[in-house]
């Protein structure tokens, strides 16, 4: 059974976890940015991981997820939002129903990663009254997830994936 970890991850959050994850694969698993990775069909299990823009997966990530047919798949992402919020789950469920129904979901992951910080200067810039104002609540996300992703994020990417290979039989 060949296993792919790819990934999209413009800041090295994503990254991060891609690499936890592999860790805990079966030796002969492939690990390649989403740029890079060979198609799908070559695998019979794919963890594809995402960093979420505008509640769904990166643009990138999108173009490959819509190609995995008829495949076990586990997906992992990171945000900059609470991992825990409607924000995430939301973000998540788009990225699932981009699968095609043959594929059969076998897990997800989903961190907080620390926010570019140039995002977090840009929006300094802006007027108060913008919809994207560096407004005191947002300031506060943003230092919050400049921790992230951490220790014990790695650690739970590592044991959702043990489950997950459990489930495949590995
Ligand atoms: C252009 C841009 C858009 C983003 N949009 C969102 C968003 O809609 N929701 C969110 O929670 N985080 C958003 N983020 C934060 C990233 O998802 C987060 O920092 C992620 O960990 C980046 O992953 P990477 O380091 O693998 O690229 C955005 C970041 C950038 C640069």
Excluded at 12 to 23: H, P, Q
Excluded at 76 to 81: N, S, V
């Amino acid at each position: 059974m060949k296993l792919l970890v790819t990934y999209s991850s413009r800041t090295g959050n994503t990254k991060r976890v891609a690499e936890a994850i592999f860790s805990v694969m079966p030796e002969g698993t492939d690990i390649f940015p989403v740029e890079e990775a060979p198609p799908p069909q070559e695998y019979a299990f794919i963890a594809f991981g995402f960093w979420v823009n505008k509640e769904t997966a990166d643009q990138t990530a999108q173009v490959y997820v819509k190609k995995i047919k008829d495949r076990q798949v586990a997906l992992f992402a990171t945000l900059g939002a609470e991992p825990d919020s409607v924000h995430a789950r939301r973000s998540m469920d788009n990225v699932i129903s981009m699968l095609a129904p043959g594929n059969e979901l076998m897990g997800e992951f989903i961190c907080q990663g620390k926010i570019d910080p140039k995002i977090t200067e840009a929006l300094a810039k802006l007027p108060p009254d913008h919809p994207h104002a560096l407004t005191p609540e947002r300031k506060a996300r943003h230092a919050k997830a400049a921790g992230h992703p951490n220790e014990q994020d790695l650690q739970n990417a590592r044991t959702v994936y043990r489950v997950i290979l459990r489930r495949l039989g590995i």
